[in-house]
Every structure is written in structure tokens, then in C-alpha cells.
């Protein structure tokens, strides 16, 4: 069963003062921060209660999802780190323990008091409301739960740092693997480092196999290698679904999972995450060297693939078969499970493919990223056993996207 957690957010300045066509940081909640704060004034004299009350509950929501949606939150380990995420526009997250829901609920009938019991605190704001919930818990002997601590650091490390803080009740945020704020303030190199926090190698951001697409697709493959640098750096999932097309995540996944000439191999996890919140397993990022070119001169005729069937009905008279079918692919489960029927999938047909001899794919793209992500993570798998087993056996995948009539362009080689 999940469990919803509570997680305070420290949100930066220009996130409160302009819309998201201004500041690009894909949150847009200042007009729901006037509101909200418009509520609190009319609730305090008690001006048409019951419509405002309402109100004010929307507008709070609107503000967590707005946040919790983002794709910018990142956990930290010290003072410095919560600063260096905020200059670079990501949003610092901790996770607060269960005693401090606990300790909440005597706040009922203080609430308008520095805005305690609210759930969001702009940066002007935040010093009084600071000082505030210092005075309050320490009147209700609750100053040293562990909960009412790391809250008042990382108010204070907030502050710091010129931001706001939003609390977000979540179920799917990961729990927190970044140290304490109480030991972040102290510079503590106490406890674990955050799972997943990684310096990324220089080389990841130095490829660009899309500069044949077109000016739009373009920069969707540059936000895309940003948000995955991002996820790794912070062990977050990226989302498929909303924004990238198939083709573009194809092309940008190849960039992350092959090393350069000269490179050794490392295996990151990218975690993945779909549009209806399910996760998948992670994507092997860096885990693999690219063959010599010579090694793609192979004998064996290519196989001319559509990925999944009844999509592209035109593309039937030009190919061997389609990979998928579509009815199997597109029964009633999450969409992470349609990933992992995609890649158990893959892995049975390739496995049995090369146990017959070298295999060459002309995979014709027909959507789906589900599809997609399970498919290419099924061909990095095995092209990772091929390897290890140092098996005289080459698979070679020519990914073919759609460009209109009877055009399709040729991708980057998985090989």
C-alpha cells in the first residue's frame, strides 16, 4: 500500500514573481500564490467563508502539483549542494519524518499566526514565518523532534538562499536520501551519500545524433538530455510521454548508452517513469562502447521491421514482420508493464535470432515510447551480453523514422 509523505520544497525567487513563459522553469504558480494569499486576507475577516475556503484549497493545490510536477526537484547533501541547486534552477527536496504531521496538528488554532499550518511561504515571507515556528514550537515543547528541526533548517537554508518553501503531500516522490538539513547547516559529512548522486562524465553532454532533424525536434532532444542529466545527478526518474516524440528519445537515448572511441563503459540507471506514474526498470545509461565501423560490413541480409503492427498499415507490403503485435502490446496495464512485456519480448526474439547467426534491423519506428524505451533497452541488454560473453555474434539495429509519403529516415546505429 502507498504511503503519502510530506516534503518541503524550497522553491526559488523569480517561481514567485513571474509566470513560467518568463522565468522557463517549468512551474507557473505565481498567479495561484496572489490568489491564495488574496484568500487569506478575506478568510481573516470573514468575508463569504465557504467560496473562499474552496478557493483557497484550489489554489494550494494547484501550487504543490505545479511544483511536485516539475521534473526539477533534487535532494542534497550539504549547504553548498542546496545552493548550487538552486543557481542552477533545480528545486532542493527533503523529506520530513512522520513525528512532524504529529506535531502539526496542535498548529490548528494558531494558523494565521506567521502563516502557520499554511503549506506554502514565499521568500519575503519566509524569515518572519521562520521565526515564527521557532517560537511556536518551542512554546509546545515540540522543539526537539527530530521532524520540528530538520523543518526549521531547512527553512533556514531556504532562506539562505533567497527562496520560498512549498510543502508537498506526495505518495511517489522517492524517500529522502540526502542528509539532514539540521546536518547540511553544520557541514556534517554524517550519513550515507544520496543514492544515485552522480557526477556525470564529460563526454555525456558533448554528443548530438539529431542535428538532421528539424529546428523543433531539436531542441525537445536538448531538453530531453537535460532532464536526464539532471535525473541521473540527483537519482530521479525522467518521464516519457508528454513531450519528447519516438523518434527524439531514440536518437537521445543512443547518445546516453554508447561511450566514446577511447571511453571505458560505466552502467549508470536511468530511471524511467511514464505518464500515468508508473515506473519502469531502469535504462542502462554508458553502458556500452560502440563497435568499430568495420565491424558493421557483416553478410547477413538486414530484416526489415515495423515496430508494432496495425499502426502504419502502408509500411506492410516494404517489411518481413512487425516486432510486436499491436493487440499484445496494448492490453489494459500500467504502462510500465507494458515496457517490461516489450523488453521480455525483445530479449526472447533477439537471443533466439542470434543463435542462429549474425542479425541486422531495419526497425521501422511506428510510435508508442513504452514500445520504444522497452525495445531499446532489450537491444542494449543483449548487445551488454554479447560483449561479456566476447561471442563472434554482431547485432546491428538501424532505427527508421517517419518523414511523410514514403520517406523515412535513417537513425544512429545500435550496434
Not at 115 to 144: C, M, N, Q, Y
Not at 251 to 267: D, I, Y
Request: charged letters at 25%; glycine letters at 6%.
Amino acid at each position: 500500500m502507498s504511503t503519502s509523505r510530506i516534503y518541503l520544497c524550497a522553491v526559488p525567487r523569480d517561481i514567485w514573481t513571474e509566470p513560467a513563459t518568463a522565468h522557463g522553469k517549468q512551474a507557473d504558480i505565481a498567479r495561484f500564490v496572489s490568489d491564495a494569499l488574496g484568500c487569506e486576507q478575506r478568510i481573516a475577516k470573514e468575508v463569504n467563508l465557504d467560496n473562499e475556503y474552496s478557493r483557497y484549497t484550489i489554489c494550494c493545490q494547484r501550487i504543490e502539483q505545479e511544483i511536485a510536477a516539475s521534473r526539477r526537484l533534487a535532494t542534497f547533501q550539504t549547504a553548498e549542494d542546496f545552493l548550487k541547486l538552486v543557481q542552477s534552477g533545480r528545486f532542493p527536496l527533503f523529506r520530513v519524518t512522520d513525528d512532524y504531521l504529529a506535531a502539526l496538528t496542535a498548529a490548528d488554532e494558531h494558523i494565521g499566526q506567521e502563516r502557520i499550518g499554511a503549506s506554502f511561504f514565499p521568500p519575503d515571507s519566509l524569515a518572519s514565518h521562520r521565526a515564527a515556528f521557532v517560537r511556536w514550537s518551542t512554546e509546545h515543547k515540540l522543539a526537539g523532534i527530530p521532524g520540528v528541526r530538520n523543518r526549521t533548517a531547512f527553512l533556514r537554508l531556504a532562506e539562505n538562499a533567497g527562496c520560498g518553501v512549498v510543502e508537498i503531500l506526495s505518495t511517489y516522490h522517492p524517500g529522502s536520501a540526502a542528509a539532514a538539513p539540521e546536518r547540511a547547516m553544520m557541514g556534517s559529512e554524517e550519513g550515507p551519500a544520496a543514492e544515485g548522486y552522480i557526477a556525470l562524465p564529460e563526454f555525456s553532454q558533448q554528443v548530438d545524433t539529431t542535428e538532421t532533424f528539424g529546428r523543433k525536434k531539436r531542441e525537445l532532444a536538448a531538453t530531453l538530455r537535460r532532464h536526464i542529466r539532471e535525473a541521473l545527478a540527483a537519482g530521479e526518474p525522467v518521464a516519457f510521454g508528454n513531450e519528447a516524440q519516438h523518434d527524439v528519445i531514440a536518437e537521445v537515448l543512443n547518445e546516453v548508452t554508447f561511450v566514446p572511441a577511447g571511453e571505458q563503459p560505466r552502467s549508470f540507471a536511468l530511471r524511467v517513469v511514464y505518464a500515468d506514474g508508473s515506473e519502469a526498470a531502469p535504462f542502462p545509461v554508458f553502458s556500452l562502447s560502440r563497435s568499430p565501423q568495420a565491424e558493421l560490413n557483416i553478410a547477413a541480409k538486414p530484416l526489415r521491421v515495423a515496430l508494432m503492427s496495425m499502426r502504419h498499415l502502408e509500411l506492410d507490403p516494404e517489411i518481413d514482420f512487425c516486432w510486436f503485435r499491436n493487440r499484445d502490446v496494448s492490453r489494459t496495464r500500467t504502462l510500465a508493464e507494458t515496457d517490461r512485456f516489450c523488453l521480455d519480448t525483445t530479449l526472447g526474439q533477439l537471443r533466439d535470432s542470434l543463435a542462429l547467426g549474425d542479425l541486422v534491423i531495419h526497425m521501422y519506428h511506428t510510435g508508442f515510447e513504452p514500445a520504444v524505451i522497452g525495445f531499446y533497452r532489450g537491444v542494449s541488454q543483449v548487445l551488454k551480453e554479447l560483449r561479456d560473453q566476447r561471442s563472434s555474434r554482431r547485432l546491428i539495429v538501424v532505427p527508421f523514422y517517419y518523414r511523410g509519403g514514403s520517406n523515412y529516415q535513417a537513425g544512429t546505429i545500435w550496434q
